[in-house]
């Protein structure tokens, strides 16, 4: 193994050094809270009747007892949503678990889950991004009643781990372990799908040619299987320590997901108080963690939303993260992985070509990831250079592929797609904003031309439709940040640009909002700030005005005569009135939204700085 790259070093640096009062002060709690424990001794008689009374009789002794493990179970459940829809049949199989260890296991409390595959384009998704902070405080409050030693927590997509980690991490005395679903198999490829996609943005074949090519590529239970911010999520809850190692891409409802999913249900009660390897997830998620967590995102090319979340776990933990440190980061951190839509394989085929285990091992043995950290596994990454099998009815675990079994798919550091991990930070008199490069081609990572400037998505579509959008341009759509209306994702705008830059124009976006996981080979800077409505300066932009994106320079500018630029209003846009499909019971979490650099943390008024630090 290489000594630690010098970059991880400073960055790691940096951030404990940045977070040394916080980050003291949420061990202290930490502290405090274990040394309450364990869980159960401080509650009345009363109290615990209630726990326990609908307990099986074999776990209502275990319970009274207050000497045994109790396991909380939170689940995203629901069966409208391929990803979650395979969770139905974990609770029975976790409980079972906890029992054959000695402990016991209650069904805590579900989460919400929404898909941004449904919502996409709709108003539904401006509750997306605010999803993520419900789920954080659902389940606060799954496990409010304080008779739990740990926590398993069942969830895939978009916001949903990022939401169960940051209620977890609330909870940070008690051990937990992430247990995922797994991937669907494979459907229509990725290039067929997305050919389709842009025929119908020309009106080229109709509706039911579309409808049909999605349901041939999202067609059965378990994550879609592109590498966008689901798959993103598996991901970063292995190379963080939070899975058992090579859990990620399982396929459901076989018998390798099933054995590890019995595993987790034994090795959670091991980590509880009453285990003999006691593992609090806030010692688990720290600065190595976290940045471990950046360095896996960047060497497989994933979702720009984690620019976001990340930042918002780090908060929970105490940690300071901001882009700066992705930014750097990702100048020393090779690209791996080829995966739709950085490639035409899918995650099915990463997993096959060697997957995390490759992966784990590869980063780890060129000094780009903290070995030294504490997993659920026990202490050290280098575990999760190893991939599960089946054993004696059971899961164990061997040595993962010392070669790539597709290098189309992923490859050694020695041979990489790429020499940067493909996402840069742009700054300029526009404000900061982030790009991810690694699906863009670098004769596109500079554009400059004339604004087309929008104030929805609906508005670019129907220029689009008109045929108005012709000759190079920089297509700027504001007032979409976390205060205006949420931070929807503008993924429904892929296609239709994407069809205008394979005509040969030379197109960009700039918004204040969000892209998608499956950001694509158009040239984005995203999550912009200040956004709009807080006075930024894309407010400011008029139709015409030069823009400048040049991600190789990391800037983005736009070119007005400073005392005419002075002079420009930005009076922000009206989001008074935000209603239908649930928007208005939301207004409070935009009105307390933080920048997106600072997580958009909507409980946390501490979070509302800008910039990084």
């Known amino acids: 193994m290489s000594a630690l790259n010098s970059a991880v070093v400073a960055v790691t640096q940096r951030i404990r050094a940045r977070s040394e009062t916080d980050r003291a002060a949420y061990l202290e709690r930490l502290k ?5 424990g364990p869980v159960r001794t401080s509650l009345s008689c009363t109290n615990l009747a209630h726990a326990f009374a609908a307990a099986p009789d074999g776990d209502k002794a275990r319970l009274k007892g207050l000497q045994k493990a109790n396991v909380g179970i939170v689940s995203a459940y629901n ?24 402990g016991t296991a209650q069904f805590a409390g579900g989460v919400p889950a929404m898909c941004d595959g449904v919502t996409q384009g709709q108003p539904g998704m401006e509750l997306s991004l605010f999803s993520r902070d419900v ?27 990022p939401g169960l980690l940051i209620g977890a991490l609330h909870f940070g005395h008690l051990p937990f ?14 290039d067929e799908k997305a050919r389709i996609r842009a025929l119908y943005a020309e009106g080229r074949v109709g509706r039911d040619a579309l409808l049909e090519s999605e349901a041939q590529s999202y067609h059965g239970p378990g994550t879609c299987t592109f590498y966008g911010t689901a798959n993103s999520n598996q991901m970063l809850m292995e190379v963080m320590g939070l899975h058992l190692p090579g859990a990620a891409f399982v396929n459901p409802n076989t018998p390798l ?40 995102l960047l060497a497989t090319g994933g979702s720009t939303n984690h620019t976001i979340h990340l930042v918002a776990i780090a908060r929970a933990a105490g940690l300071h993260v901001d882009w700066s440190d992705f930014d750097t980061l990702s100048r020393v951190v090779p690209l791996l992985t080829r995966i739709y839509p950085n490639g035409q394989a899918d995650i099915n085929h990463f997993h096959a070509a060697g997957g995390m285990g490759f992966l784990v091992r590869e980063l780890l043995d060129a000094g780009l990831l903290h070995e030294d950290v504490l997993t659920v596994s026990g202490e050290g990454l280098r575990a999760y250079a190893r991939e599960p099998m089946l054993a004696d009815g059971g899961v164990a675990w061997g040595e993962a592929p010392a070669q790539s079994g597709d290098a189309q798919v992923v490859r050694p550091v020695a041979d990489p797609f790429d020499t940067d991990g493909g996402l840069r930070v742009l700054d300029g008199n526009l404000g900061r904003a982030v790009m991810k490069t690694s699906a863009v081609h670098p004769d596109h990572r500079r554009i400059e031309g004339p604004a087309r400037v929008f104030d929805d998505q609906q508005a670019v579509l129907a220029a689009f439709r008109a045929g108005a959008l012709e000759g190079d341009f920089v297509c700027v759509v504001r007032g979409q940040g976390p205060r205006a209306n949420g931070m ?7 296609p239709e640009l994407g069809v205008l830059q394979s005509r040969g124009q030379r197109v960009a976006l700039v918004t204040d909002g969000r892209m998608s996981g499956a950001s694509g080979k158009v040239p984005a800077a995203i999550h912009l700030h200040p956004e709009w409505v807080r006075g930024g300066a894309i407010g400011r932009i008029r139709e015409g005005d030069w823009i400048t994106l040049d991600a190789d320079a990391g800037r983005l500018d736009v070119d007005v005569p400073k005392a005419e630029w002075a002079a420009r209003e930005s009076a922000p846009p009206d989001t008074t009135v935000q209603h239908g499909i649930g928007r208005d019971m939301f207004a409070g979490f935009r009105s307390m939204a933080g920048s997106a650099e600072t997580g958009a943390i909507s409980f946390s008024p501490a979070t509302d700085n800008e910039g990084a630090s």
Do not use: W
């Open 135 to 161: 789920i954080a405080m659902a389940t606060g409050v799954a496990l409010s009643h304080n008779t739990f030693d740990g926590g398993l927590c069942l969830g895939v997509c978009d916001k949903i781990v």
């Open 177 to 190: 372990i992430f247990v995922p679903a797994g991937p669907m198999t494979s459907g229509m490829p990725n």
């Open 257 to 296: 997901r099933d054995a590890l999913t019995i595993a987790a249900g034994h090795r959670i009660t091991q980590l509880t108080a009453h285990g003999d390897e006691y593992t609090p997830v806030g010692r688990v998620i720290d600065e190595r963690a976290i940045v471990n967590g950046i360095v896996g």
């Open 79 to 102: 069966d409208m949503l391929s990803a979650h829809q395979p969770l139905e049949r974990f609770p029975g199989l976790l409980k079972q678990a906890v029992r054959e260890a000695g």
């Open 488 to 494: 929807p994702e503008l993924h429904k705008l892929t």
């Open 32 to 36: 405090a809270a274990a040394e309450d």
